[in-house]
């Protein structure tokens, strides 16, 4: 809330991403609720392919909002975050994607519109941390919530099939997982607060603030939104047909043997460098290749109404 709202001007601004069917009357639900708990009418700004979000955000908070909620997916979601991380405004969530990973991380019923929007508005704030991720270019960074990842987690998330994630929803990925098990691993450097961790081979390197992904795996068990910290794991299955038998046996014992098929890490800064380009995704949204990125995490930057 801003310092100047009262009870009876308090004001929400709606960040839907309009290629998101649902089978609810968004519009109705949110004038519903705010009505019913004393709040103006809401503003709405829609996103565009070419604006996901960031500036329907500068213009919402512009404008006075008192919260900006992010209707869409995870794509929506990090756009109102970048513009929100760092002030006092808070975000509220109405998952409307496929992923939905920071909602299902906060351990939201997303099937429940109503107590999404009901949280939004009348629930209680809390503070988590965020990554800032920045290529070679300065102007390219970007932030996120859930996880970033190089290599083959990012080409899953490049390959995988539109028309049947929307009929089949998270169950795609797993289709893209199959079909580029194959590959070949890219030497990496990782350099973790300023000391070199990891210098081999890998064929993916996973930075998380949370701990689940896609159908509900979970990638980083030791992972809290709010503990100051990344969690880094790094995939280098041996070689052969069964080498990834090796990744899931590592995973499930957290990294805690010998083998080097999974390690985990942890620190403040990551530093990612590969000896050519690969696939590189953030929140599940594939950004293009690259060889070289930097993640820094800031500590309780966004707050979240839920």
């Known amino acids: 809330m801003t310092a100047n709202s009262s009870a009876a001007t308090k004001r929400a601004a709606i960040i839907l991403n309009p ?49 900006l909620i992010a209707a869409g997916g995870d794509g929506t979601v990090r756009c109102v975050a970048e513009v929100l991380a760092g002030s006092d405004v808070p975000m509220g969530l109405l998952p409307l994607g496929t992923g939905n990973l920071l909602a299902r991380n906060l351990g939201m019923d997303i099937t429940d519109y109503d107590g999404a929007m009901a949280g939004a508005l009348v629930g209680t704030d809390r503070r988590i941390d ?63 607060d300023g000391k070199r961790a990891v210098r081999r081979g890998v064929r993916s390197v996973m930075v998380g603030n949370c701990g689940k992904v896609q159908g509900g795996l979970e990638i980083f068990p030791e992972a809290k939104m709010d503990d100051g910290l990344l969690d880094v794991a790094v995939l280098a299955p041996h070689h052969g047909r069964l080498g990834w038998l090796s990744v899931i046996a590592g995973m499930i014992g957290k990294g805690r043997g010998k083998d080097t098929a999974v390690e985990y890490f942890q620190g403040k800064t990551v530093e990612i460098l590969l000896e050519h380009d690969d696939d590189y995704q953030l929140d599940g949204d594939h950004e293009g290749k690259g060889k070289h990125v930097v993640m820094t995490l800031v500590p309780s930057a966004l707050t979240l109404r839920m």
Do not use: S
């Open 130 to 192: 965020v990554v800032r991720a920045r290529r070679m270019n300065p102007a390219d960074e970007q932030l996120f919530l859930v996880m970033a990842g190089v290599g083959y987690d990012a080409t899953i998330m490049a390959d995988t099939n539109q028309e049947l994630k929307h009929k089949v929803g998270w169950l795609a990925y797993v289709d893209a997982g199959i079909r580029n098990l194959p590959g070949k691993p890219v030497r990496a450097t990782i350099v973790i």
């Open 19 to 67: 290629a998101k069917t649902v089978e609810i009357d968004v519009r109705g639900l949110v004038a519903k609720h705010c009505v019913e708990n004393g709040w103006d009418q809401p503003l709405w700004f829609e996103t565009t392919l070419e604006d996901p979000g960031v500036g329907q955000a500068q213009e919402a908070l512009a404008q006075g909002a008192d919260i």
